[in-house]
């Protein structure tokens, strides 16, 4: 349903420079957009496409004054935009109803009011899920396990037994929680698996992407905090415990028993060794690798993982070696030259 530009600030409880009659019919990015659609700006990187998109308006930092076309001013662009989106959209996702006939539930399972099942779910005995949760078809929730109200798991995401998930949790598709930890004992050439029997422990309001992996505790639990997100593919080995609030990115790696502190960010294929401590607020940067504890509100990045300052002035020093190489070349050229004629 189109809208004109004051009815979406007064939705979104933003301040508009500019014609606010302009009809709104949809949303883009800000790339994308083209006339009749609204766009949001809120990375500085993109500032120079604010005269430059088609879009008919757009939602903005309360940093820009004016622009080419309306604006929308907010405290939180990215937020505002959020609403706006499912508002055009007719709101959240919809998902199925009711328990398909082909789902498979064991002894003892417990269902809480209007809980949704898909067609050849596997629910093992004992299992208890939340008012309003939706398990999506080829779903396996592993005996005794207990999940939350209102949680969404996707298709194909295995949950091994006794694992705890808490509510709201989303879970995408291909997702494995409580597979075992890779625990090994090499003798005499062999290796003899140690038994995982510990869980995973998932809180409230927490995100986990397509095809990861939570491991299960050698012994006690491993733990994702209250709204953490993680990424796809990322791999969170045993006996590891994520604070509340954390950013894990796609293909980050979290080896055993490592602690990582609230609101701590690992970006993008960031490697962590076991038995280290994140501080909380750190962020490590994408693919570095950390080999030892890092304090909270630093910035890491680089192999091994240093302070990030530092990191940057021997990335600057390493970039150098081929120039100082010839530098260093040259003069023992010279030196050997002048060592020639003192002997002469």
Do not use: W
Request: aromatic share 4%; glycine share 12%; net charge positive.
């Amino acid at each position: 349903m189109p809208k004109t530009l004051k009815e979406i600030a007064r939705l979104i409880g933003g301040e508009i420079v500019g014609e606010a009659d302009v009809v709104i019919s949809g949303v883009a990015g800000i790339k994308e957009a083209r006339r009749g659609e609204i766009t949001f700006l809120a990375n500085h990187k993109y500032f120079p496409l604010i005269d430059k998109t088609s879009a008919s308006a757009i939602i903005t930092s309360l940093e820009v004054a004016r622009a080419a076309k309306p604006i929308i001013r907010v405290e939180n662009p990215s937020l505002a935009f959020i609403k706006i989106v499912n508002f055009f959209s007719g709101g959240p996702e919809r998902h199925f109803k009711g328990v398909h006939p082909s789902a498979v539930l064991g002894k003892g399972v417990s269902l809480g009011k209007d809980v949704a099942i898909g067609a050849s779910a596997v629910i093992g005995e004992g299992v208890s899920i939340g008012s309003d949760s939706v398990i999506y078809p080829g779903v396996f929730v592993g005996a005794k396990s207990k999940i939350g109200n209102d949680t969404l798991i996707y298709p194909n995401v295995s949950i091994r037994e006794n694992t705890i998930i808490g509510s709201r949790v989303i879970i995408h598709s291909g997702a494995v929680i409580g597979s075992d930890g890779f625990g090994f004992i090499p003798v005499e050439g062999k290796h003899h698996k140690i038994p995982q029997v510990g869980i995973v422990e998932i809180g409230d309001d927490v995100e986990i992407g397509a095809n990861a992996a939570i491991d299960r505790a050698r012994f006690d639990k491993t733990v994702i905090g209250c709204g953490t997100k993680i990424d796809n593919l990322v791999h969170i080995a045993h006996n590891v415990v994520l604070g509340e609030n954390c950013i894990i990115i796609a293909q980050a790696g979290v080896s055993g028993s490592t602690t990582i502190g609230k609101g701590a960010t690992l970006a993008g294929q960031a490697g962590l060794v076991g038995h280290i401590n994140i501080g909380e607020g750190a962020i490590v940067a994408a693919q570095a690798g950390v080999t030892k504890s890092v304090p909270a509100n630093t910035i890491v990045s680089g192999y091994p993982a240093q302070e990030h300052e530092l990191a940057k002035r021997v990335n600057a020093c390493v970039q150098n070696l081929p120039r100082l190489y010839e530098t260093v070349r040259k003069l023992q050229k010279k030196i050997q030259e002048l060592e020639t004629k003192l002997k002469a």
